[in-house]
């Protein structure tokens, strides 16, 4: 996870972490070094360079050349930005409704349905509640299919309606079946276009309107480059979403794309998915995932 980019962060800090004292050129020259680390890991060019230069400044506001251990405090100060960059505190997530209803949305393939599960099985196992998982894909029957795989495996209940094409109206029927059985968290998985379109958009967006959820999650592959900034921002123009899934962070990503999602639209990364299993879901505290990346 981040492996690459934790590997060159550290090069670049290296050379300042034992020197008694440093100069303004080892300052100069780690920040591009810095610089080019998160660069190589696919993060946006624009937050790349507003990064280093929010660190300099801090840098040089603290006098870090006459400070007793200036390598140290620079080290602190590139984490401290980075987990500023990742989300700044923790957010949980929102659970006041009755039922609380939680719309997941993004690009298919981005492993929202496999989500869907994991955060359910959080719920049921992590929290005590009694989620309903919602099967709105109302295009692909496998997407259906797949969900009632994942809710048999976890022991949840799954709400579909194979033959109804009315995403809105499953929503609202799926809200009615929880208050009636005692379920105090909706799930509602929706249906995922390979990019963004606006029939895609509309259809999502009346979705939201309709059920007014307490959480609208946006999931991206952490292994799409640059155009995950993108997709962040079209999802955000029409869900004004609360909170980012960064999924697949078990492979081999560089995954910067993904983390500059939050300097562009504002909103939290809430949970990672860390593999296929029901179990591979972790809250996300980005001055843990700082501190990780940093050793
Ligand atoms: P959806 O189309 O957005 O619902 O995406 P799916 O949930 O079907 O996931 C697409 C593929 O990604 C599936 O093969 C999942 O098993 C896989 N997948 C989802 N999340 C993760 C993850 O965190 N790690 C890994 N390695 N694979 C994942």
Known sequence: MFDNLSEKLDKALHVLKGHGSIT????????????????????NFKIAK?????????????????????????VKLVKDELTELMGGDAEGINLSGNPSIILMSGLQGSGKTTFSGK????????????????????YRPAAINQLHVVGDQIGVEVFSDEGNK???????NAIAHAKQNGHNVVIIDTAGRLAVDEEMMNEISNVYKAVDPQETLFVVDAMTGQD???TAKAFNDRLNFDGVVLTKLDGDTRGGAAISIKSVVNKPIKFIGTGEKMDAIDVFYPNRMADRILG
């Open 50 to 74: 507003e990064f280093t230069n929010t660190v300099k400044e801090k840098a040089l506001g603290q006098n870090v050349l006459t400070t007793l251990q200036p390598g140290q405090l620079m």
């Open 119 to 138: 955060l359910a099985n959080f719920l049921k196992t992590k929290k005590a509640k009694k989620p309903l998982l919602v099967a709105c894909d109302v």
């Open 24 to 43: 303004e050129v080892n300052v100069a020259e780690t920040l591009k070094e810095v610089r080019r680390a998160l660069l190589d890991a696919d993060v």
């Open 228 to 230: 995950a900034v993108n």
């Open 166 to 172: 009315n995403p809105v109206q499953i929503a609202q």
